[in-house]
T-cell receptor, first 113, second 109 residues
């Protein structure tokens, strides 16, 4: 089915482990984004990408790594998970340069213990 | 200072009430403006774009005042199904959507 999918939906990991959150979109949108959402902070941008092999830092990039070797995939890796990275992570994609047409995935709820 | 600021609420209103949400943004270079809706920590979904001329979509009216850097959302004849968190969102060129923390609305019968 067309759309944007995130996996896994839920993940529990231990402090210090590496974990990768997956994001896949079927529209061939140029732009993809990772946000995290925490109580008291709202949605904050982690990284974004304007095209394959082009990525940029957002507001809260520390501790995260992204790659975009293919237009449709935008994985987010926590290299050494910390408890402060416990959050809900949303991926989004868009074709617009003006902020229109963002579509979000269903989110990944990550708990770091 | 947060780039997009909203009153977090909660706003508790009865069915049929009119409720207004306000939002301010700090960067005058912001180019595009939106209201998103989010249910119970599900993904945010676009409610409507906001234009300087004001725009309406059924019971929802959005206004933008660029001079005051102020955005508003008015909901008339509130329904139970309007209960959600409403996110004020701005876009700045060269970056991505910037979200406010959201305003929670609870509509009761």
């Amino acid at each position: 089915d067309a759309g944007i999918t995130q996996s896994p939906r839920y993940k529990i990991t231990e402090t210090g482990r590496q974990v990768t959150l997956m994001c896949h979109q079927t529209w061939s949108h140029s732009y993809m984004f990772w946000y995290r959402q925490d109580l008291g902070h709202g949605l904050r941008l982690i990284y974004y990408s304007a095209a394959a092999d082009i990525t940029d830092k957002g507001e809260v990039p520390d501790g995260y790594v992204v790659s975009r070797s293919k237009t449709e995939n935008f994985p987010l890796t926590l290299e050494s998970a910390t408890r402060s990275q416990t959050s809900v992570y949303f991926c989004a994609s868009s074709e617009s340069r003006q902020g229109y047409g963002y579509t979000f995935g269903s989110g990944t709820r990550l708990t770091v213990v | 200072r947060k780039e997009v600021e909203q009153d977090p609420g909660p706003f508790n209103v009865p069915e049929g009430a009119t409720v207004a949400f306000n939002c301010t943004y700090s960067n005058s270079a912001s180019q595009s403006f939106f209201w998103y809706r989010q249910d119970c920590r599900k993904e945010p979904k676009l409610l409507m774009s906001v234009y300087s001329s004001g725009n309406e979509d059924g019971r929802f009216t959005a206004q933008l005042n660029r001079a005051s850097q102020y955005i508003s959302l008015l909901i008339r004849d509130s329904k139970l199904s309007d209960s959600a968190t409403y996110l004020c969102v701005v876009f700045q060129a060269g970056t991505a959507l910037i979200f406010g923390k959201g305003t929670t609305l609870s509509v009761s019968s």
